[in-house]
């Protein structure tokens, strides 16, 4: 009796293992799921580029997409990412291009390898050519902590109202900490929007851990040089981001104030080629640290490196009067402000009931106030002369290119509920370089 038990139950295990080993999955790994998907315009922007991580290295790296069905697939590779933290934690991160897209067109895909597929996600490739208007979402200094915006932004790009993103630097807060877990938490937050709409970035000083590794594995910029400086064109738009951290951790290499310097100047003048400013007239710079700023708090704002240069060389503020720079972007003070048109701490307003008309210089906007762990920032009480709107309430900013004549911004307050606070228009039937004598 006892044999025939042991036996029956040993022949149960038996049949079990079998069953196991018929219908066990043949390719296993225990930490190959994708995960941190986001999306960024390549070398053109109807190729879109798509990164994830995965723990372990799961061999190859596939993206299967298409129109309505997944019946294409490109391959691309992943590289070994080891944060400079002391556990020096490790993962693959992996890049595939979707090359010559159709244009105005949604695409449906899902990432991964044999091992395990993302979730399946969709994004709308932008129309051809300039007439169109571009629409994006700006804004700088959102952390894994207390990202006011996040949800708000979430819910917009899923509702399809942004062309992509411009995420002004400063990320996570920051993207090495504890070990770059804060990292890793940070792209899963960002997910729900920058696996649907082109994620943009330029690096901020939260991502100066060992020289910017965190921020130039994680995002794929185009560019042989994107950890530092890009361009793309986008509809009428020509946009252009630096880094203007290389100014402030210069141990990193003075070399690189030269080399971003010389390349801002030849793309900018590329872009003013009177073919290229003609199908794309307008001229769109973003950075992290602002040339401007009226926070009472500040004292990098003082330093105005980025725009005077250090020792008074490579300055980059007589590059966008030289070039006609339209529209300059930056954040790291954790507000929002709005200039008149401005070039060297003086206001040059087109004409005076509308400075915006045609300006006598370029405008710019700060925007800073996603929301991260060190909260907002006070202003200074008086205003600068140059100061036309600000306001240190968290949210982020909307930019809508209608044309080539007309943009349109505008600030989302979320402490506000969405309440638009601010927005203007910026009016130019000539873009052409600005006649300030210097
Ligand atoms: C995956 O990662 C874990 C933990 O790092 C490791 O133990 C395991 O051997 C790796 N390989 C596979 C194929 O799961
Ligand atoms: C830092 O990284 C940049 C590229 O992103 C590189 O050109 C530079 O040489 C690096 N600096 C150091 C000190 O490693
Ligand atoms: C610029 O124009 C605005 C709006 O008309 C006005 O409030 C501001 O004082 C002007 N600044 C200068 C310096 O003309
Ligand atoms: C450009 O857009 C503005 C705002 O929508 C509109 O008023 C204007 O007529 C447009 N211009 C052209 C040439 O389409
Ligand atoms: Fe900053």
């Not at 361009?231 to 951790?249: A, M, Q």
Request: hydrophobic share 35%; proline share 5%.
């Amino acid at each position: 009796m006892k044999i025939i038990i042991i036996s029956m139950l040993l022949g149960i295990c038996w049949a079990r293992k079998l069953q196991i080993r018929e219908a066990g999955p043949t390719y296993v790994c225990s930490h190959c799921q994708p995960e941190q998907i986001h999306i960024a315009f390549g070398e053109k922007v109807n190729d879109i580029v798509v990164t994830w991580s995965t723990f372990n290295d799961t061999q190859e790296s596939r993206v299967q997409y298409g129109v309505g069905i997944m019946d294409k697939e490109a391959i691309g590779s992943s590289k070994l990412f080891i944060d400079g933290g002391k556990l020096m934690r490790s993962q693959y991160i992996h890049t595939v291009t979707l090359k010559d897209l159709k244009f105005n067109t949604r695409y449906v895909y899902h990432a991964g390898s044999v091992y395990g597929w993302s979730e399946e996600f969709s994004f709308h490739t932008p129309p051809a050519g300039e007439d169109w208007p571009v629409r994006a979402a700006i804004y700088g200094d959102m952390g894994n902590k207390n990202a006011h915006s996040l949800s708000y932004l979430q819910d917009e790009a899923q509702r399809n109202h942004f062309d992509m993103v411009l995420h002004v630097g400063d990320f996570a807060y920051d993207m090495d900490s504890n070990n770059a877990l804060v990292g890793d938490e940070f792209m899963r937050q960002i997910q729900p929007l920058a696996a649907i709409v082109p994620y943009m970035t330029c690096p901020g000083n939260h991502e100066q851990a060992y020289n910017f590794s965190n921020y130039g594995a994680r995002f794929t910029m185009p560019g042989p040089d994107s950890t530092l400086f890009y361009s793309f064109d986008l509809g009428p738009v020509h946009f252009v981001s630096i880094s203007t951290e290389v100014y402030y951790f210069t141990h990193y290499g003075l070399k690189l104030i030269v080399n971003q310097y010389n390349w801002l100047r030849e793309d900018l003048a590329k872009a003013n080629l009177p073919e290229n400013r003609r199908r794309r007239p307008w001229l769109v710079v973003m950075g992290h640290r602002p040339m401007y700023c009226s926070e009472s708090n500040d004292i990098d704002c003082s330093c105005e490196y980025t725009r005077t240069g250090l020792l008074g060389v490579y300055g980059l503020e007589p590059l966008l009067m030289e070039f006609g720079v339209d529209l300059v972007i930056w954040a790291h003070e954790h507000s929002y402000e709005r200039t008149w048109p401005l070039y060297d701490n003086k206001v040059y307003n087109g004409s005076y009931d509308k400075p915006y008309v045609n300006p006598g210089a370029p405008v710019h906007i700060i925007t800073g106030s996603a929301g991260c762990q060190e909260a907002t920032d006070p202003f200074r009480p008086d205003p600068m002369s140059w100061s036309a709107f600000r306001s240190s309430d968290y949210g982020y900013t909307r930019l809508v290119a209608h044309n080539k004549t007309h943009v349109y911004m505008e600030q989302v307050d979320v402490d506000l509920k969405g309440k638009v606070i601010d927005s203007f228009w910026l009016v130019k039937n000539q873009h052409k370089p600005y006649n300030i004598k210097h």
